[in-house]
């Protein structure tokens, strides 16, 4: 997900995002000076929680929540969070304000995300800081538009440090492509693909790499692993607990 910060020097609305290298940073707009510094904070506190609410319906989608989407299932739910992206440019030009002493709040994180950075924007007042961050916002949506297609690059790149509960495909089979170039340390397995398609395919490889051990050394495809750490030590439950669930359990890779 995007933080975003206020650089005080220059009053600058920053963005700063993982890239599985490290961080990158960019400038969004910078505060009008009628704007109180204060006011900034909101703001950036806002829009940080509204990317994370973003986020979340990519790394938690309705197609992994294993139900049917009826309604107020898990699934319903995940699905209602990524149908309010539609939801989120009104929103943030037309916010839900106070009234009465009350104010409406919406249950789907997405849109009242969405609200709480119109309600932030409406404070300031500025139409230029507004069409900014706007801007801003619909280019963190497209990102995540782009990482749900397993196209890892540009400002999509930061799900490469994001757990996903499903697998893309896509990925799996970038994964893949880099263990076939160097099957024992391929830096871009930790840059170019999200962590969830690399463990994915490694498990694929563990089997692939245990079964033809097994097969040369006259062993139990499960008992390699601890027969290799006599050899040269290395670490034994996890890989050892994969081959069983993929052996004995009769377990897919893409098993959770």
């Known amino acids: 997900m995007t933080r975003y910060a206020i650089e005080e020097q220059r009053r600058a609305v920053v963005a700063v995002w993982a890239t599985g290298d490290g961080d990158t940073a960019a400038v969004?707009?910078?505060?009008?000076?009628?704007?109180?510094?204060?006011?900034?904070?909101?703001?950036?506190?806002?829009?940080?929680?509204?990317?994370?609410?973003l986020w979340r319906t990519y790394t938690?989608?309705?197609?992994a929540a294993g139900d049917d989407l009826e309604d107020n299932s898990e699934g319903w739910r995940r699905q209602s969070e990524r149908d309010a992206f539609a939801d989120v440019p009104a929103a943030l030009t037309a916010p839900n304000l106070p009234a009465d002493g009350m104010i409406v709040q919406s249950y789907v994180a997405v849109e009242e995300g969405a609200h709480r950075v119109g309600r932030a924007l409406h404070a300031i007042g500025d139409a230029a800081l507004t069409k900014a961050v706007a801007e801003e916002v619909g280019a963190e949506i497209a990102a995540i538009e782009?990482?749900?297609?397993?196209?890892l690059a540009g400002r999509a790149r930061q799900a490469v440090v994001l757990t996903r509960a499903d697998a893309s495909p896509v990925q799996v089979a970038e994964a893949d492509r880099l263990l076939r170039e160097d099957p024992l340390r391929h830096d871009d397995l930790f840059t170019a693909v999200d962590p969830t398609a690399a463990a994915v395919a490694a498990a694929h490889w563990l089997l692939a790499a245990?079964?033809?051990?097994a097969e040369a050394a006259g062993r139990d495809v499960v008992e390699v692993i601890a027969e290799a750490d006599d050899i040269e030590a290395l670490p034994v439950a996890t890989p050892t607990i994969v081959l069983e669930m993929m052996t004995e359990d009769d377990a897919s890779p893409y098993d959770r």
């Open 210 to 213: 245990a079964t033809v051990a």
């Open 146 to 151: 782009q990482a749900e297609l397993g196209i």
């Open 28 to 53: 969004v707009t910078t505060l009008p000076p009628s704007a109180p510094i204060d006011a900034g904070y909101v703001l950036v506190a806002a829009l940080t929680g509204l990317s994370g609410a």
């Open 60 to 63: 938690h989608p309705a197609s």
